[in-house]
């Protein structure tokens, strides 16, 4: 199952390019990374690329069903070269850190909707959000954030009796 990124392209349909194979090949050694962060691999392993070019062979691989693009809400798009499994991510809403989660159940039932309204689906995106291990351990240093509720609970005090 180990497909050159040559193979892929030809496979696709797709002109086989130095740029393409460049951006190929940072998605696959980085999955979930940024279009700036292929820039910035594609230009440390090939030299001088456009930004430009580098997004459009991002699209072109997207299209083709190579790389999978997931824009987690709040967050540049991501790249990856995990698809067809419609495997779902989770993020940390502190640093942003992303992961894959498999499907609770099998290969893609959440491709079965209850009731699919008579639409063809192809897709389910399902984010889950929560902290991520790296920021769960730094919880005891609030970083600039406001201070939780200060107020103390009143304590009960006996009402002065005039009489
Ligand atoms: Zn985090
Ligand atoms: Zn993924």
């Known amino acids: 199952m180990s497909e050159t990124g040559v193979e892929l392209l030809r496979e696709r349909g797709l ?3 130095p740029q393409r194979l460049a951006v190929l090949s940072a998605v696959t050694s980085h999955p979930h990374t940024t279009a ?3 820039l910035d691999r594609v230009r440390a392993s090939i030299g ?3 930004r430009q070019a580098v997004y459009d062979s991002l699209s072109v ?4 069903d190579i ?8 967050s540049p798009a991501r790249y990856e070269t995990r698809v067809g499994d419609n495997h779902h991510h989770v993020v940390c809403r502190s640093c942003g850190a992303l992961a894959d989660v498999d499907c609770a159940v099998g290969d893609t039932p959440c491709l079965t909707a209850a009731d699919d309204q008579g639409f063809v689906i192809d897709e389910a995106e399902v ?3 929560g902290k991520c291990p790296q920021c769960r351990s730094d919880r005891g240093v609030p970083q ?3 201070q939780p509720n200060t ?3 009143k304590t009960n005090q006996p009402e002065p009796s005039k009489r």
């Open 15 to 17: 002109h086989v390019t």
């Open 36 to 38: 700036d962060s292929v």
């Open 48 to 50: 001088s690329i456009s």
């Open 61 to 64: 691989l997207v299209e083709a």
């Open 67 to 74: 790389v999978r693009r997931i824009e987690p809400a709040g």
């Open 127 to 129: 984010v889950y959000w």
């Open 144 to 146: 600039g954030t406001s």
């Open 151 to 153: 107020n103390q609970p």
